[in-house]
């Protein structure tokens, strides 16, 4: 599926890198479709912080609750809406999810908005990140990393502007997630700090390293709206 056409947005802070494009339709109806893909990043590199360079996470899941996405022509006569409220599992080693989110038929013509929500699990105490990696420090000695962050956010992403949709094409929007990147700053700075359970895994979470844990998550917060205009 060839991608020759684009319209980017990036969330600084980077819990989602959203990309949206427009494509050739594989579709057996030739109709237009929207559909959501999934990217993870499993190692991060020229991050600012030397102690963070060699983290990489390769492991573990991604709970999302709730999934939503609205288009609009310019003169509201088509409205294209979908929205998916159930426990959607993202395989963090395989970019798939577990019920597959399909794509929906669009209608050809000029849009003038797209809007995308996307809200993590937070309906029980299990983690909506739940992650496994591990970290190298200055003295080449690596360390297991686990992840578990409890976060109900909702990430929202709205783009204003003309794009038009033909036959035989569509829109993707693909979600980059690089947890390597929330340990760019100050959080990666603290990991030569961080202590070790009875197992010796650095856990990052609410109760275990929590000065790591607020960091990411308050930088999390600050960027989970983003507005761009075309």
Not at 42 to 58: C, H, M
Request: net charge negative; proline share 4%; aromatic share 8%.
């Amino acid at each position: 599926m060839k991608t020759p056409k684009l319209i980017l947005a990036l969330f600084s802070f980077a819990l989602f890198f959203l990309a949206f494009t427009s494509c050739e339709d594989n579709d057996d109806t030739g109709k237009p479709t929207a559909q959501l893909e999934f990217e993870t990043v499993t190692s991060s590199n020229n991050l600012k912080s030397t102690a963070a360079q060699g983290i990489e996470f390769t492991d573990g899941n991604i709970i999302i609750g709730n999934v939503e996405f609205e288009t609009e022509t310019e003169n509201d006569s088509v409205e294209v809406e979908f929205e998916i409220e159930s426990y959607i599992t993202l395989d963090f080693a395989t970019g798939e999810t577990e019920p597959d989110l399909s794509a929906v038929e669009i209608v050809p013509g000029t849009y003038s908005e797209i809007e995308l929500e996307i809200e993590l699990w937070d309906d029980t105490d299990q983690p909506s990140i739940d992650l496994m990696g591990t970290w190298t420090d200055a003295n080449d000695t690596t360390h297991t990393v686990k992840l578990e962050m409890p976060l109900g956010q909702t990430f929202s992403l709205e783009i204003e502007g003309e794009y038009t949709v033909k036959e035989n094409t569509g829109i993707i929007a693909t979600v980059t997630i690089d947890p390597g990147s929330w340990f760019a700053g100050e959080a990666g700075e603290l990991l030569p700090e961080a202590t070790s359970n009875e197992d010796g895994v650095i856990v990052i979470s609410p109760n275990q390293n929590s000065n790591i844990y607020n960091i990411i998550e308050d930088a999390i917060d600050r960027t989970s709206e983003v507005e761009i205009e075309m």
